[in-house]
Structures are given as C-alpha cells and as structure tokens.
C-alpha cells in the first residue's frame, strides 16, 4: 500500500468527493483506509439499563484505497505516489513535482 497512517489524501469518488483529511488508521488486509471525518456514519445504539436512553454514535467508515489520492506535502496538489531507492532507504516521489517524501 502506497498510503501510511497521517497522510493527508483527498476523496476522488462517492458521497464525500472533493473532501480531504489525514489517514487515521491503514487496513492493508481489506485495502481500505480510514479518513477522519470523512464516510461519517451514524449508528444507534440501545440503552444498557432500564432507565438510560438510547444513543447516536457517529464514527468514520472504512473507505477504498482507490478511491483515494495521496496530497502532496511539499507541492500541495493530489498526486500519484511512486518510489525512489535512495541510499538504502526507498522514499516516497510525488509524480507531479518529483520531491520524496
């Protein structure tokens, strides 16, 4: 997976198109990610005791990693991620300004 836990990426696809925010969790074993606050859903929950009430909890879902791009953090723009060997490190190159990160 291209795409690391604190990236900032932008949505390409679906109900939240044109939103951006930093990845929150990475689950490479379904290739989805999680952005906060974005694919916010909301669940209800029912009461535990007799007495409470019932609540609302909203939490983000699971989003595609193809429906995803990568947001550059030296030029700014949404860009394809490829990789460099530098040294014996493999970086990170944005496609658009050719910068590593």
Request: with cysteine; net charge positive.
């Amino acid at each position: 997976m291209r795409i690391k836990k604190g990236d900032k990426v932008q949505i390409l696809a679906g109900k939240d198109k044109g939103k951006s925010g930093p990845v929150a969790k990475v689950l490479p074993a379904i290739n989805k990610v999680i952005v906060e606050g974005v694919n916010v859903y909301t669940k209800h929950q029912r009461r535990r005791k007799h007495g409470e009430k019932g609540v609302k909890v909203q939490f983000a879902a699971p989003i595609g990693t193809s429906k995803l791009m990568v947001i550059c953090p030296r030029c700014g723009k949404p860009t394809r991620v490829g990789s460099v060997p530098q040294g014996e490190i493999k970086m990170r190159q944005c496609k658009k300004c050719k910068g590593t990160f």
